[in-house]
């Protein structure tokens, strides 16, 4: 059982930035899809952003410009740059490695930001 392990949350004032990292227990780090999705109450969870093998790079629209998604498979890790944060970014933000059968997700990690 890979094991996802994401920090980096807290709370910020609207216009901040945060840097959120994930990282895997995965042998074959450098060889699979991590992706960023987040949760606010009420509401569906959502993509945030995704980075694939070649680091290619894939944004929700509600973020494009604003996050930055990168990988380090030296260290297994992705992490998530975060900047000129809203209020509506608050949600929990779950780290998720994609693969054939169920996914592997982290136990997320709050973030807040006040306005």
């Known amino acids: 059982q890979v094991q996802l392990v994401e920090s980096g949350g807290g709370k910020v004032q609207a216009g901040g930035s945060l840097r959120l990292s994930c990282t895997s227990s995965?042998?074959?780090?450098?060889?699979?899809?991590i992706g960023w999705y987040r949760q606010a109450p009420g509401k569906q969870r959502e993509l945030v952003a995704l980075?694939?093998?070649?680091?290619?790079?894939n944004y929700g629209d509600s973020v494009k410009g604003r996050f930055t998604i990168s990988r380090d498979d030296a260290k297994n890790t992705v992490y998530l740059q975060m900047e000129s944060l809203k209020p509506e970014d608050t949600a929990v933000y779950y780290c998720?490695?994609?693969?054939?059968?169920?996914?592997?997700w982290g136990q997320g990690t709050q973030v807040t930001v006040s306005a």
């Open positions: 995965e042998s074959t780090f450098s060889s699979v899809v």
């Open positions: 980075i694939g093998i070649n680091n290619s790079t």
């Open positions: 998720c490695q994609k693969r054939i059968g169920p996914d592997y």
